[in-house]
């Protein structure tokens, strides 16, 4: 039996039906227009806390900590494709987001410390960023895309496009940008090959 194309993806704005939610409700209906499904973690309403730097996973690779970070450690392992959509909050990733990445120290000291990467599946591991922010200033994205880029390597993705939105800033203001839900369909559409 062949197993499907993998992908879960992580909501990181706390606005319920904002600009990130939009965005990435548009790269999940990409996906799904080629018969995959998508599992989706609102970070903002699971109990996570944040990394207490304990040093509890430098020799397992494993965090200590019991929390529904359990059940992201499980499907992140498993998954061939990783959405991971964020708000620009104080030039960067919002809290939300950043928590559940610093919890990945985990995948990092398992990688770089135990040398066990992620192994990938015949599908490899690819990854999309989604951001939203509001003002008309780049330097928003670009630390995100800092951040992102390191948690994408952490986890053993190798590959991920970007697709960025500056100037959004009301609740539901994507809906106006002349081609973003487009080319988020189409990021999508693109993952699931
Ligand atoms: C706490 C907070 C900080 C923000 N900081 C920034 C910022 O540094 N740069 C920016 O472009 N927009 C900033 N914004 C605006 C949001 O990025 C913008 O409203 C975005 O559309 C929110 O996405 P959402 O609807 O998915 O929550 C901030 C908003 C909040 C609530």
Not at 28 to 34: D, L, N, Q, V, Y
Not at 124 to 130: E, N, T
Not at 157 to 167: D, I
Request: proline share 3%; net charge neutral.
């Amino acid at each position: 039996m062949t197993t499907a194309i993998k992908t879960i993806a992580f909501l990181g704005s706390p606005r319920k039906d904002g600009n990130t939610e939009l965005l990435l409700q548009s790269a999940i209906r990409g996906i799904e227009a080629s018969g995959l499904q998508v599992k989706t973690f609102r970070l903002n309403i699971m109990n996570i806390q944040p990394c207490q730097n304990c040093g509890g996973c430098d020799e397992t690779g494993e965090c200590i900590i019991k929390d529904d970070m359990e059940e992201i450690y499980h499907e992140i392992r498993s998954a061939d494709r990783i959405i991971l959509a964020s708000p620009i909050f104080f030039f960067s990733l919002s809290a939300q987001t950043k928590i559940m990445i610093d919890r990945c120290q985990s995948f990092w000291c398992e990688k770089y410390l135990l040398r066990k990467p992620i192994i990938e599946g015949k599908y490899g591991r690819k990854g999309l960023l989604l951001l939203a922010g509001g003002m008309k200033k780049e330097i928003g994205i670009q630390c995100a895309e800092a951040t992102a880029k390191a948690f994408f390597r952490t986890i053993s993705v190798p590959e991920h496009r970007t697709l960025s939105y500056l100037g959004i800033d009301a609740k539901g203001a994507i809906l106006e940008h002349p081609d973003a839900l487009k080319e988020a369909f189409e990021a999508g559409e693109k993952l699931a090959l």
